[in-house]
């Protein structure tokens, strides 16, 4: 007799559902809704994160079908990060859609599939923290913006366009004549030489 290596799942995790209620007749349905403590931060550190301590918001429907339990519904939650194109802090609200079938020990589904390619079910129980952890993760943008139109940073002075003075700008000055804009600027505190004139 083989070893069963499956995890025991902790039924005081808020991550954790027990769907015996839906007795593995196919057609019954559970709403769950809770919300879930975000103990480590998810996503980018320095870009965008739902930081440790904030809450994901789940609102999901449990369905029983022939080959197991499907999880369906939406993970909100609110990101904190940085404007890519002004460094602004930003906040962020992310909605997740969320699906997902736990496969029944013994069905089709379970056994002609790996075990990192469809969850399973544990004595009935299900975790959902993998599934809302990674899609949470992904919907993050890998570069957030304050605003869709934030036109970030004067790559001259580094101040924020939109606290700039219409006509905003920046004299330039073709660099083979900068050595000689800047000797005429070291030149031009200087007292001119006396004229004939003034030597007499």
Same mark, same amino acid.
């Given at each position: 007799?083989?070893?069963?290596? &499956? +995890?025991?799942?902790? #039924?005081?995790?808020p991550? !954790? /559902?027990?769907t015996?209620?839906?007795?593995?007749? $196919? %057609?019954?349905?559970?709403?769950?809704r809770?919300? !879930?403590?975000?103990?480590t +931060?998810?996503g980018?550190?320095?870009?965008i994160?739902?930081? *440790?301590g904030?809450?994901?918001e789940?609102d999901?429907?449990?369905?029983?079908? !022939?080959e @197991?339990?499907?999880?369906? @519904?939406?993970?909100?939650? &609110? *990101?904190?990060? &940085?404007?890519a194109?002004?460094?602004?802090?930003?906040?962020e609200?992310?909605e997740v859609?969320?699906?997902e079938?736990?496969a029944?020990? @013994?069905?089709? &589904? =379970?056994e002609?599939?790996e075990?990192?390619?469809?969850?399973r079910?544990? #004595?009935?129980?299900i975790?959902? =923290?993998? /599934?809302?952890?990674d $899609?949470?993760?992904? $919907?993050? +943008?890998? *570069? +957030?913006?304050?605003?869709? #139109?934030?036109a %970030?940073?004067?790559t001259?002075?580094?101040?924020?366009?939109?606290?700039l003075?219409?006509g905003? %700008?920046?004299?330039? /000055?073709?660099?083979?004549?900068?050595a000689?804009? =800047?000797?005429? #600027?070291e030149n031009?505190?200087?007292?001119? *030489?006396? %004229?004939? $004139?003034?030597q007499?």
């Amino acid at each position: 007799m083989s070893e069963n290596k &499956t +995890p025991q799942l902790d #039924d005081r995790s808020p991550w !954790v /559902i027990d769907t015996r209620e839906l007795g593995r007749h $196919a %057609g019954l349905s559970r709403a769950v809704r809770r919300s !879930v403590p975000v103990e480590t +931060p998810l996503g980018v550190p320095d870009v965008i994160t739902i930081e *440790a301590g904030s809450e994901l918001e789940l609102d999901l429907l449990l369905e029983s079908v !022939v080959e @197991g339990v499907l999880v369906s @519904g939406t993970a909100k939650a &609110t *990101a904190k990060g &940085t404007c890519a194109r002004c460094l602004d802090p930003l906040t962020e609200e992310v909605e997740v859609e969320v699906q997902e079938l736990f496969a029944y020990p @013994g069905s089709v &589904t =379970e056994e002609t599939t790996e075990e990192d390619e469809i969850p399973r079910l544990v #004595d009935d129980r299900i975790d959902l =923290e993998p /599934i809302v952890r990674d $899609a949470v993760v992904l $919907a993050l +943008p890998l *570069a +957030p913006l304050c605003t869709e #139109d934030c036109a %970030g940073l004067c790559t001259d002075c580094g101040v924020k366009w939109a606290d700039l003075e219409p006509g905003h %700008g920046h004299e330039k /000055i073709d660099p083979r004549w900068a050595a000689l804009v =800047e000797r005429f #600027d070291e030149n031009a505190g200087e007292k001119p *030489a006396p %004229g004939p $004139a003034e030597q007499a």
